[in-house]
């Protein structure tokens, strides 16, 4: 089979993320590309929550509207997702509390009691989802191993419980299909949070501090569950306001420090962010747009906040602001913004969405560029030191609070080479330029990064245009309907150069993004670039595939 798509739901509490890592997992071992869009509501409990997975032997990062399985652990799962069933899928639902008679679909169906085998065994209800896990297994000719070799590895809570529920799902289940192996590798399944962690911590993260915000807060949790192994302080402190100037005092003290945050968060953070651009101290910031403005819908995924990254805070400075687009690009990204933001002793900021922060990957380590060594440049103690020394590159040595012989004085204030602070107009201005000329040096060197990246069919004369987690399904339609595609990586400082070559021939350009305005539209013009047409969608969930390749039919 080429590829495969399911939908499981059911209430937020019934384990419907956990099982469907599971259920990943075990498809994974198959050897299929993976990828999992979660939806769920901002609650604790109830509320209607789902997950589509779809695998491919291809390598994939969208998902799609129809489906060729439901798994309904609740009535509403059914009747919010019926149309989205294929002729030939089947249905498998928990016959305790789904109801199937006025569903007219062609389909096969299998119902089970889920809910009676967890009340005949005494144990919690989420245990249901390891029955439908079963049941899915069986109905699609997974051997039982697998199942059980990958429940031995995921599920540590009620482990026994879960396996009898699922032997008795499985059992009960006939075969429907066959999803034969492939002799494709099995990848690592990550998602884009955990892939974001660990690109940091490949460039030497030290501390991570954040406030929880969806979508970056699996971020804080995956960082703090491997802190030990990694040597890492992990903080929470009591705001994002808390949460800016922690990181730069860590920053400072010479540690490598990254911040999470969203939207709602970073603007909170704005203040200290430009202390960040006035001081020339290295601090990272992951950026995690939601849908907008204010708390807007929290859980769910826009791109709203590309404009903001640019241009928040007071004042003119160097700033780097990357948007990666899948777990890869997350993983590389995320550890190149970390090493030049210590190079040029400026912030940076990874900015991504709940797509993919949340969104769960096939991790192919195989793919990822070699990361370059970046150090940064360190005070020799040979002169008296300077914080702000001014030097051709425009880059101070560094220095850290405890050096023998070295007074280390930043300032938000303007200043002097040694950090005092000064309002005369000469100095003012040399400041000035030496931290607006960072950009040229650091433009140059992100040329040799390839921040602009082109897939697709390179002659065609149509060119789709797009930024961060839209790079997948944009790759995937652009290669169905043979359409160049141009993805930006870095944003700020903006690789002018690169984009005009990659548009160079192009008769027509459409921009796709997730946000009302068109952001990106916006910046290219800046840059002396407009676009032809634009294919926005900002109601919080992302393109289908589906829907993406209708809209550029219309177009093209």
């Excluded at 099982?19 to 071992?29: C, E, K, M, P, Q």
């Excluded at 929550?49 to 390598?59: A, E, L, V």
């Excluded at 150090?375 to 609070?401: E, I, N």
């Excluded at 433009?443 to 990064?449: F, T, V």
Aim: with cysteine; aromatic share 10%.
């Amino acid at each position: 089979m080429e590829e495969f798509s399911l939908l499981i739901g059911g209430r937020a509490g019934d384990g419907i993320d956990k099982a469907s890592l599971v259920l990943a997992r075990i498809l994974g071992r198959l050897g299929y590309y993976i990828y999992i869009y979660r939806e769920y509501p901002s609650l604790i409990r109830g509320g209607h929550t789902f997950s589509i997975i779809r695998i491919s032997r291809n390598k994939i990062a969208v998902h799609r509207d129809k489906v060729d399985c439901i798994l309904a652990l609740n009535q509403e799962t059914l009747d919010s997702h019926k149309n989205r069933l294929k002729n030939n899928a089947f249905l498998i639902y928990d016959s305790e509390l789904v109801k199937t008679e006025n569903l007219h679909f062609e389909g096969r169906k299998q119902g089970i009691p889920f809910e009676k085998f967890v009340k005949e065994e005494k144990t919690s209800t989420v245990v249901r989802n390891s029955g439908i896990i079963g049941s899915f297994c069986r109905s699609t000719g997974i051997g039982w191993n697998v199942l059980e070799n990958v429940f031995k590895k995921n599920i540590a809570k009620e482990f026994e419980s879960n396996l009898k529920i699922a032997l008795k799902g499985y059992d009960l289940s006939d075969q429907l299909l066959s999803l034969d192996a492939t002799r494709q590798k099995s990848l690592p399944i990550l998602t884009g949070n955990e892939a974001i962690g660990l690109g940091l911590v490949r460039a030497g993260l030290k501390a991570y501090v954040a406030y929880p915000m969806t979508p970056t807060s699996n971020i804080l949790h995956f960082l703090a569950g491997v802190s030990e192994k990694y040597g890492l302080k992990v903080v929470h402190p009591e705001s994002e306001i808390g949460v800016i100037l922690m990181a730069e005092g860590l920053s400072y003290a010479g540690e490598r420090t990254a911040a999470g945050t969203s939207g709602g968060g970073f603007c909170l953070m704005t203040e200290g962010f430009t202390f960040a651009g006035m001081a020339e101290l290295p601090v990272v910031i992951v950026l995690g747009q939601r849908t907008g403005p204010s708390t807007g819908l929290p859980t769910y995924t826009g791109q709203t906040e590309l404009l903001f990254a640019l241009n928040a805070g007071q004042g003119e400075w160097t700033r780097l602001v990357i948007a990666p687009g899948d777990a890869e690009e997350a993983y590389y990204w995320s550890a190149v913004c970390l090493n030049l933001a210590w190079k040029y002793q400026l912030p940076g900021i990874v900015l991504v969405d709940k797509t993919l922060c949340e969104g769960t990957y096939s991790f192919d380590i195989d793919l990822i560029e070699d990361i370059r060594k970046c150090a940064p440049v360190f005070w020799d103690g040979k002169m008296q030191y300077k914080r702000y020394l001014k030097t051709d590159s425009c880059v101070s040595p560094l220095a850290f609070p405890s050096a023998k012989d070295a007074i280390v004085k930043i300032n938000s204030y303007e200043h002097d080479e040694f950090g005092i602070t000064v309002e005369d107009s000469e100095t003012t201005k040399n400041m000035c330029d030496k931290r607006m000329r960072k950009e040229r040096f650091l433009l140059e060197e992100l040329g040799e990064y390839k921040p602009m990246r082109v897939y697709g069919n390179i002659n065609s004369e149509i060119g789709i245009i797009c930024w961060g987690s839209n790079k997948g399904i944009c790759v995937e339609a652009g290669k169905k309907l043979g359409l160049k595609v141009i993805h930006p990586v870095v944003l700020s400082p903006f690789p002018a150069v690169e984009f005009k070559s990659a548009v160079s021939g192009l008769k027509k350009t459409v921009c796709v993004e997730n946000n009302a305005s068109g952001q990106l539209a916006r910046l290219l013009k800046i840059h002396g670039f407009d676009v032809d047409e634009k294919i926005l969608k900002y109601d919080g969930r992302p393109f289908s595939l589906d829907e993406l390749e209708n809209e550029l039919r219309k177009i093209s």
